[in-house]
């Protein structure tokens, strides 16, 4: 099985332009698709990307993402970046098992 | 769109089993092409696949977890079910119904609290 790994926290300033990363431990990250979701506190997680760079409707054009098979990570971007976007972001993918996998999770803070 | 409401006991005793149900509305548990799985969160932690279940009965789970997890449908209710046994402490933690593609989940319950304590 492989690990995703997310940096524990992130913070920027309101208006400016953030990317959080999920980096694969073994295995492409081109191999399985990457989904990301948003958690505000108190609340369960939303999807805010799907199948690698896919936005949900209703989703801002302010959220992308994409992979670097480089780096072997994907990547949540989020532009124009508002107070409302302060939140957890997880990543997700699965194995060749069809099992699951979560980040750990990166806390945004917009200040 | 599809909604998804848990419900269950809020307080497990160790050692026994815990056991939860989420009602699905907005589509029908047996319409092909949707996973529907359950998935927790440790107070104040990250997020942990338990398993889902296919319409056709078809599941997978955590291999961490497979021993002692059980996750069916029930398409007369339009339901699915979570049994989790041996219960822990360590076992505490909000549970999430989810449902979507084979690759990861795209609608989530509110999430229901369960305490394992006697």
């Known amino acids: 099985n492989f690990m995703l790994t997310q940096p524990h926290s992130v913070s920027e300033s309101p208006g400016k332009t953030v990317t959080i990363s999920c980096t694969r431990s073994s295995g492409s990250i081109a191999s399985n698709y990457v989904q990301w979701y948003q958690q505000r506190p108190g609340s369960s997680p939303t999807t805010v990307i799907y199948e690698d760079n896919q936005r949900p409707s209703g989703v801002p054009d302010r959220f992308s993402g994409s992979i670097d098979s480089s780096s072997n990570s994907a990547s949540l971007t989020i532009s124009g970046l508002k107070t409302e976007d302060e939140a957890d972001y997880y990543c997700?993918?699965?194995?060749?098992?069809?099992?699951?996998?979560f980040g750990g999770g990166t806390k945004l803070t917009v200040l | 769109q599809v909604q998804l409401q848990e419900s269950g006991p809020g307080l497990v005793k160790p050692s026994q089993t815990l056991s939860l149900t989420c009602t699905v509305s907005g589509g029908s548990i047996s319409s092909g092409g949707y996973y529907w799985s359950w998935i927790r969160q440790h107070p104040g932690k990250g997020l942990e696949w338990i398993g889902y279940i296919y319409y056709s009965g078809s599941t997978y789970y955590n291999p961490s977890l497979k021993s002692r997890v059980t996750i069916s449908v029930d398409t007369s209710k339009n339901q699915f079910s979570l049994k989790l046994s041996s219960v822990t402490a360590a076992d505490t933690a909000v549970y999430y119904c989810?449902?979507?593609?084979?690759?990861?989940?795209?609608?989530w319950g509110q999430g229901t609290l369960v305490t394992v304590s006697s």
């Open positions: 989810a449902s979507g593609a084979a690759a990861g989940p795209d609608y």
């Open positions: 997700q993918s699965y194995d060749s098992s069809n099992h699951w996998v």
